[in-house]
């Protein structure tokens, strides 16, 4: 089954860390650029991060810059998304997609991620 499978997410203190994992199965993403999003509680969902297919390129939403590194294997088809200094604001449904030709063609099923004050 073609899927895209986030995991890594949890609950943690403000200030913590979490490494959220994007796994690819039965779906080739090597060759294609991959971002984060997420869905806040009773919000829509935003843009969180991107990469380029080599991990040459990345960008970053302003309101997680400098605390968010998304990085890529692609010898293991995963995207990871590393998650420092996380505030009670970065609660959220955390969903890796994959980006093709102006749109994001697979989505996986999401992470819940929450902190906590």
């Known amino acids: 089954q073609v899927q895209l499978v986030e995991s890594g997410g949890g609950l943690v203190q403000a200030g913590g860390s979490l490494r959220l994992s994007c796994a690819a199965s039965?779906?080739?993403?090597?060759?294609?650029?991959m971002a984060w999003f997420r869905q806040p509680p009773g919000k829509e969902r935003e843009f969180v991060a991107i990469?380029?297919?080599?991990?040459?390129?990345?960008n970053y939403a302003n309101s997680v810059k400098g605390r968010f590194t998304i990085s890529r294997d692609n010898a293991k088809s995963t995207v990871h998304l590393q998650m420092n200094s996380l505030q009670p604001e970065d609660t959220a449904v955390y969903y890796c997609?994959?980006?093709?030709?102006?749109?994001?063609?697979?989505w996986g099923q999401g992470t819940q991620v929450t902190v906590s004050s």
């Open positions: 039965e779906l080739t993403i090597t060759t294609y650029t």
């Open positions: 997609a994959r980006y093709h030709a102006g749109s994001y063609n697979y």
């Open positions: 990469i380029s297919w080599n991990g040459g390129t990345t």
